[in-house]
């Protein structure tokens, strides 16, 4: 593995941990904001309302889930982004300096 080839490993590996990061602040906000409106009802008389601990947990399974898959997807594109790279580096068939057809 060339030198390039390990500074964009670390770059696709620090772009996805970001998108973890953010997909997870995402889901957990919204997660909190669904319990305040269940508890704003539930003082209101409108809802039964719910439970902080099991409901603040299914959000953080539910986040840890998506920003998991998502940093998965970012980090598998710059895997086959850096393929695509050595493959056209390396001249094999498939990469951008394959001869041209007559």
Same mark, same amino acid.
């Given at each position: !593995?060339?030198? *390039?080839?390990?500074?964009?490993? *670390?770059?696709? /590996?620090? =772009?996805? /941990? +970001? +998108? ?5 602040? !995402?889901? !957990?906000?919204?997660?909190?904001? $669904?319990?305040? +409106?269940?508890?704003? =009802? ?6 039964? $309302? ?13 986040? *840890?889930? /998506?920003?998991?898959?998502?940093? =998965?997807?970012? /980090? =598998?594109?710059?895997?086959?982004? !850096? ?20």
């Amino acid at each position: !593995m060339t030198r *390039i080839e390990k500074r964009l490993l *670390i770059l696709w /590996f620090a =772009l996805a /941990f +970001v +998108v973890w990061n953010g997909v997870y602040d !995402m889901r !957990m906000h919204d997660t909190v904001r $669904g319990y305040l +409106v269940e508890t704003a =009802l539930a003082q209101s008389g409108l809802s039964r $309302g719910v439970e902080l601990r099991p409901y603040l947990h299914r959000g953080r399974v539910d986040a *840890i889930a /998506f920003s998991t898959v998502w940093s =998965l997807g970012v /980090f =598998l594109a710059g895997v086959a982004t !850096m393929h695509t790279y050595r493959s056209s580096r390396d001249g094999r068939p498939g990469g951008s300096r394959t001869a041209p057809r007559n």
